[in-house]
């Protein structure tokens, strides 16, 4: 069986895990046909071993696998705090375990044989999750990392500006002088490299 490995160039990858090498095969196939990268691992542990969370992408993880199956791996990767879009499938439709997937954050839960265009269109929704998960973590520590430029009163400055505070509110809410706020906001807006508080409110609302 061919299959793509683009994940060194950051494009969004497909990890497909099935103990069932059928089904690896063609689910890899119509991944592919689709345009898009995949990799397909025998069991959870190896893709566990093999996955690093730089790698965009998505997970097809079968419901029962040997070792550890799918709402287990699903668990595994909440507890590692990787945020990696899971779809669940399953040749044994459980409410349960799919109530169990969903409370967990899955994508969807998808009983075989499935559709192919209902499995695709999951994948494309997966993929654009980890994607838009991936930009929010990013201009959250991108954030953070400016915010830290700022000493701790100047914070507190740039809360209250956030809360759109004039000068004279700011300075009787911290007990300091105007003229003192009017400094702060000033080193505030050049260390950010901002003109404008509504570039700091912009740049607070990524603040985890």
């Not at 793509?4 to 099935?18: A, H, L, M, Q």
């Not at 830290?148 to 009787?172: F, H, Q």
Request: proline fraction near 4%.
């Amino acid at each position: 069986m061919t299959q793509t490995d683009r994940t060194s160039t950051g494009e969004p990858t497909v990890f497909i895990i099935d103990d069932d090498e059928a089904v690896r095969d063609a689910l890899s196939v119509l991944v592919e046909v689709a345009g898009l990268s995949v990799r397909t691992f025998v069991n959870a542990l190896e893709f566990l071993h093999r996955y690093s969370p730089e790698q965009p992408g998505c997970v097809v993880a079968d419901l029962r696998m040997p070792f550890m199956d799918g709402l287990e791996l699903q668990e595994e990767l909440s507890r590692r705090g990787c945020g990696l879009p899971v779809i669940i499938i399953t040749a044994h439709g459980e409410v349960s375990s799919a109530v169990t997937a969903f409370r967990s954050g899955a994508v969807d839960f998808l009983e075989k044989p499935f559709d192919d265009g209902v499995f695709l269109r999951r994948i494309h929704e997966a993929l654009q999750r980890d994607a838009h998960q991936r930009r929010d973590r990013s201009a959250a520590e991108s954030a953070l990392a400016k915010l830290a430029l700022l000493s701790p009163r100047e914070r507190d400055v740039a809360a209250l500006m956030v809360e759109g505070c004039a000068n004279k509110a700011i300075a009787i809410r911290l007990g300091i002088g105007v003229r003192t706020v009017e400094t702060h906001r000033a080193n505030i807006l050049s260390k950010l490299d901002i003109r404008t508080v509504p570039e700091l409110m912009r740049l607070w609302m990524h603040i985890p």
